[in-house]
């Protein structure tokens, strides 16, 4: 595995960790899911455009990716 998917696999599984107490994501529907995908985009374009600190643009990343990861650990399963 190459570092840096495995550095930002751990930023993702953290941030899992920190936001375990909202649940199963497996309990939204896709179209929910992709909603909140939009939501993190918007909030990475936001912090991005305006030159936030440089955690703030990580952090942000890592929210749009857990989201979209929420939509393939959902689907993946019905995937024959």
Known sequence: ???????????METKLQL???????KRFSV??????VQVEVEELRQV???QGE????????VDVANQA???Y????DEVP
Request: hydrophobic residues 50%; proline residues 0%; charged residues 35%.
């Open 1 to 11: 595995m190459r570092s840096s998917v495995a550095t930002f696999a751990i930023a």
């Open 19 to 25: 936001m375990e107490h909202k649940g199963d994501w």
């Open 31 to 36: 179209i929910d899911l992709f909603r909140r």
């Open 48 to 50: 991005v455009e305006t």
């Open 54 to 61: 440089v955690e703030d643009v990580l952090d942000e990343c």
């Open 69 to 71: 990861m929420f939509i």
């Open 73 to 76: 650990d959902k689907l993946r």
